[in-house]
């Protein structure tokens, strides 16, 4: 099977800090939880309960309001506390519910009913995502109702499972793919009714081809069209700009019409599934727990709300004083400052790096050396529009074609902020 991969640039590289991808760990429930309005990259969910309210587990506590906004659920039951607030990158105030777990679950350790979907229409699917505030769970974190709504005219269309594991901090995607794996073909064929979708293509790291397999074989029972696409495991090949480029390349090779693609991962799929087939809103997020300051890294599955400071906790702690903690994968990953914020509905990784790993020299100058040019995908020029950017030239705008994908940082020898300042207030692509 031909393996399709973006032509030049990119990184492969390895992590012997990333948590072991064997099984997931369930972690402790949250005596605290701290539920923020706003969990995904848009506007924030207005509260619709008070300080001293009871809640339910999977209840509504912050209405979305307009596209771009996205419903927050309670994920265990109990009493709001107080609410708190703190700063965020980019400047603005994130607020949040601290709910302390009371009372009986309603769903936790109770059989599961399940509720077919088959004679739902697509708008029926869709009012059902929102209202259980699916989100893209491993992307940019759009509401998924507010991607359905944008591709609804838009013919054909594919949706596109997105199982690229260039990056080995995907591991808590990777687990969930494995474990759940008739939820996440479920949901790709839920999401296609709801999506009004002409075919499946599941794309696949092609060191994965058996899980992919395993995937179609699960799809292929229903009459949807679907296929394997196995593209490279090279960094940034899940990168919208990349995934792309190959999937063309795919599609002409096997005289396909793709027409317009629609690309959830993994995660969000699985969410969907829970979301129609259950009525379960997410509780729940797939955590790679990891890094080198961490005693005992593991993929864990965590109730969204649980404070990162207790995750750490169940992976034994630290072994010595870390230099960074950060979500994400350490390639674009978000500092955090306060133990206390809590895993959300796009958190996959948490790290905990010593000084060795974070790399404790400071910024040099630029000596020219090249390397950056070598790894963008994009074929930019990395040294020249830092210098731009970085104020010797005033006019400078953030060079468009730039994706944010961070090859070029991760090699400069002179650890300067490529990527970051290169970008600006333009924000990452994914
Ligand atoms: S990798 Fe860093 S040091 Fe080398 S040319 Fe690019 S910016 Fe300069
Ligand atoms: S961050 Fe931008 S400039 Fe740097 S390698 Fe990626 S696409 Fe190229």
Redesign the pocket.
């Known amino acids: 099977m031909k393996i399709y991969s973006f032509p030049r ?1 990119g990184l492969s590289f390895d992590d012997p800090t990333v948590p072991p991808r064997n099984c997931s760990v369930t972690a402790f429930l949250p005596g605290l939880s701290v539920i923020p309005f706003l969990q995904h990259t848009g506007t924030r969910a207005y509260p619709v309960v008070s300080v001293g309210d009871t809640v339910k587990e999977g209840m509504i506590i912050g209405r979305g309001h307009n596209s771009g906004s996205a419903n927050v659920h309670a994920t265990v039951p109990g009493r709001v506390i107080r609410t708190v607030s703190w700063q965020m990158a980019g400047g603005f105030t994130n607020e949040a519910l601290v709910i302390r777990m009371e009372g009986s679950f309603e769903r936790l350790g109770k059989r599961e009913e399940l509720f077919p979907w088959e004679s739902l229409s697509s708008y029926e699917l869709q009012r059902i995502i929102a209202e259980h505030g699916i989100v893209e769970m491993d992307g940019a974190g759009r509401p998924v109702s507010d991607m359905i709504s944008a591709l609804r005219n838009i013919k054909p269309l594919t949706l596109v499972v997105r199982c690229v594991f260039d990056d080995p901090w995907l591991a808590a995607d990777y687990v969930l793919c494995r474990e759940r794996l008739k939820a996440v073909a479920e949901g790709s064929l839920i999401m296609s009714r709801a999506g009004r979708v002409s075919r499946i293509v599941f794309a696949f790291s092609h060191n994965e081809k058996e899980l992919g397999e395993a995937l179609l074989a699960e799809v292929e029972k229903r009459d949807l069209p679907s296929s394997l696409a196995l593209v490279g495991s090279r960094y940034p090949q899940r990168n919208r700009r990349e995934l792309e480029l190959v999937l063309r390349n795919y599609e002409k090779k096997e005289a396909l019409e793709l027409g317009s693609l629609l690309i959830l991962g993994p995660a969000t799929l699985a969410a969907v599934y829970d979301a129609v087939k259950l009525k379960k809103p997410v509780l729940d997020r797939y955590v790679a727990v990891g890094g080198s300051a961490v005693k005992a890294p593991q993929v864990m599955k965590v109730r969204i709300g649980t404070r990162i400071s207790e995750i750490l906790a169940q992976c034994g702690g630290f072994i010595g004083e870390p230099r960074r903690i950060a979500t994400g994968s350490p390639l674009l990953g978000r500092t955090i400052y306060d133990l206390d914020e809590p895993v959300i509905k796009t958190s996959y990784a948490v790290f905990a790096m010593l000084g060795s790993q974070a790399g404790a020299s400071a910024e040099r100058n630029c000596i020219s050396c090249g390397e ?1 040019r070598e ?4 074929g ?1 020029d ?1 040294e020249e ?1 830092y210098k731009q950017s970085a104020g010797r030239e005033p006019a400078y705008t953030p ?1 468009s ?9 991760v090699v400069c020898p002179s650890r300067l902020p ?2 970051r300042v ?2 600006g207030d333009k924000g990452r692509e994914d």
């Open positions: 640039g950056c790894v963008c995908p994009v930019l990395p529009l060079a074609e730039c994706h944010g994908c961070g090859c070029c940082e490529l990527s290169i970008l």
